[in-house]
């Protein structure tokens, strides 16, 4: 049975820090296509940051700079370092894995998402 499981989320005061984590279960951890991505209502869903399977990085613009996504292979755990967080960083968050080794950045477009977390709130207060 596949698990993606966030944690993590919370609410903060701009400026601040959160971390998220994202374990997973029921497939190979180290040739699966990781991300994250975030929804406010309203609004498609769109791409945060992405690991590829040796562990190179891709950011929206958005949060270049102040995000860092990272994987723990040992631990099954994808973390998403959220640091100067701004209100417009608001909405729920969802880990997203694409496993097998099928593509390079389970962000890029056109990309079929094979699992989803159940998403984790960040609210961050002006």
């Known amino acids: 049975e596949v698990q993606v499981v966030e944690s993590g989320g919370g609410s903060v005061q701009a400026g601040g820090s959160l971390r998220l984590s994202c374990t997973v279960s029921?497939?190979?951890?180290?040739?699966?296509?990781l991300g994250w991505f975030r929804q406010v209502p309203g609004k498609e869903r769109e791409a945060v940051a992405a690991?590829?399977?040796?562990?190179?990085?891709t950011y929206a613009d958005s949060v270049k700079d102040r995000f860092t996504v990272s994987a723990d292979n040992t631990k099954r755990t994808l973390y998403l370092q959220m640091n100067n967080l701004k209100p417009e960083d608001t909405a729920m968050y969802y880990c997203?894995?694409?496993?097998?080794?099928?593509?390079?950045?389970?962000?890029?477009?056109?990309?079929?998402?094979?699992?989803w977390g159940q998403g984790t709130q960040v609210t961050v207060s002006a």
């Open positions: 997203a894995a694409v496993p097998g080794a099928m593509v390079r950045y389970c962000s890029d477009s056109n990309i079929k998402i094979n699992y």
């Open positions: 029921g497939f190979k951890f180290h040739d699966a296509a």
């Open positions: 690991i590829d399977t040796i562990g190179s990085t």
